[in-house]
């Protein structure tokens, strides 16, 4: 019902920029939060941030807040997250990710998910 599709991955140097996008089709609902999400090699997918379609309050992880920016455009159904100052630890695949409800925080509370796009970060 709901399809999400990432895009804006690529290769950047330490200190770089990259912006992220993340479109979604299908239905959409006022009450519906949507987020991003990080994997690297042989670690456990994390939360990053995430962002309610209706509400201004806005989560980050601690290892992102105040480099990383996540923001909306709902008449697109899109999200981004502007990463700046990158590190060579945040070199992952992100994945976005979307559920009906409040905000959470853990990947098991997500219906929706997209395929992923790669970042990756050179020292």
């Known amino acids: 019902q709901v399809q999400l599709v990432e895009s804006g991955g690529g290769l950047v140097q330490a200190g770089g920029s990259l912006r992220l996008s993340c479109a979604a089709s299908?239905?959409?609902?006022?009450?519906?939060?949507m987020g991003w999400f990080r994997q690297a090699p042989g670690k456990e997918r994390e939360f990053v941030t995430a962002?309610?379609?209706?509400?201004?309050?806005?989560y980050y992880s601690g290892s992102v807040k105040g480099r990383f920016t996540i923001s909306r455009d709902v008449a697109k159904n899109t999200i981004y997250l502007q990463m700046n100052s990158l590190k060579p630890e945040d070199t992952a695949v992100y994945y976005c990710?979307?559920?009906?409800?409040?905000?959470?925080?853990?990947?098991?509370?997500?219906?929706?998910w997209g395929q992923g796009t790669q970042v990756t970060v050179s020292s």
């Open positions: 990710a979307a559920r009906i409800g409040p905000v959470r925080q853990n990947r098991w509370d997500y219906t929706y």
């Open positions: 299908g239905r959409t609902f006022s009450n519906g939060n």
């Open positions: 962002i309610p379609w209706s509400g201004s309050m806005t």
